[in-house]
């Protein structure tokens, strides 16, 4: 990974500004990132490569989303009946 990259994670403190999600209301950027986070990891685990890339997209979600939604999440993606495609 290049150290600018490296360098960004490291200083990041929370979601920045997505131009894909303008308002105030987060919750589909929340979701969104979420889903981001899982398939970036199942991606990047089936070619072997390394996933700390994919901590860009934890981090946002971790900053945005209310720890019970992703329990609950987590929680579904175990039982097998989370509701988005990963």
């Not at 990974?1 to 490291?10: L, Y």
């Not at 398939?39 to 996933?51: F, H, P, T, W, Y």
Request: some cysteine.
């Amino acid at each position: 990974m290049s150290d600018v990259i490296e360098e960004k994670i490291k200083n990041y403190r929370t979601a920045p500004f997505d131009a894909r999600f303008p308002n105030t209301n987060q919750t589909r950027n929340c979701f969104q990132n979420y889903l981001d986070f899982h398939r970036c990891n199942k991606a990047l685990s089936e070619k072997g490569q390394d996933v700390a890339p994919c901590d860009w997209y934890q981090r946002v979600y971790k900053s945005i989303c209310p720890m019970s939604w992703v329990a609950k999440w987590d929680d579904q993606i175990e039982a097998g009946s989370f509701p988005g495609k990963i």
